[in-house]
């Protein structure tokens, strides 16, 4: 496949991740338990909200044209987007945190912590096939260059 071909498969397997952080912004905001709330739930706020601030430069990006500046923002987001996931909600101390602050709340609070796991599983699954589609992109543009750079060498020197 060609960069071309590949751009519009990234374009939609972002916004498919997009729309799963969402999800997960919803789950942890909006779905939130009322009452007293333990400050984990506060932290997750902000992590989905920063999240979601984080993709919109790349969700922008992938609608104009296809450069290196697209790939690049993009391939940034989907890197900020993947430490968000593995440091503040798929490690072993993020995940007892939850755990913990969740526990003896109810029934309403673990389905809230069930929620939340099962959205970042879905987030986490759609950032691997926009990975997957990046890396492709990139693949491409490499291909591309290499060509590029040889054919612009070869005629250099004649």
């Given at each position: 496949?060609?960069?071309?071909g590949e751009f519009p498969v990234l374009a939609r397997e972002l916004r498919r991740f997009a729309a799963a952080w969402r999800a997960l912004e919803v789950t942890v905001v909006e ?128």
């Open positions: 496949m060609t960069l071309r779905d939130r338990p009322t009452g007293e709330s333990p400050a984990v739930s506060d932290r997750l706020a902000e992590v989905v909200t920063d999240g979601t601030a984080d993709l919109q430069p790349a969700l922008r990006a992938v609608r104009d044209r296809v450069d290196a500046d697209v790939l690049h923002t993009t391939a940034l987001a989907l890197l900020r987007m993947q430490r968000r996931l593995d440091d503040e909600f798929r490690c072993h101390h993020a995940a007892t945190d939850l755990a913990r602050a969740v526990q003896g709340r109810g029934p309403e609070w673990l389905g809230w912590a069930r929620s939340i796991r099962s959205g970042v599983d879905g987030c986490v699954d759609s950032l691997r096939s926009t990975e997957d589609t990046m890396l492709r992109c990139w693949r491409e543009a490499a291909e591309l260059a290499v060509r590029f750079g040889i054919k612009g060498n070869c005629e250099g020197r004649r």
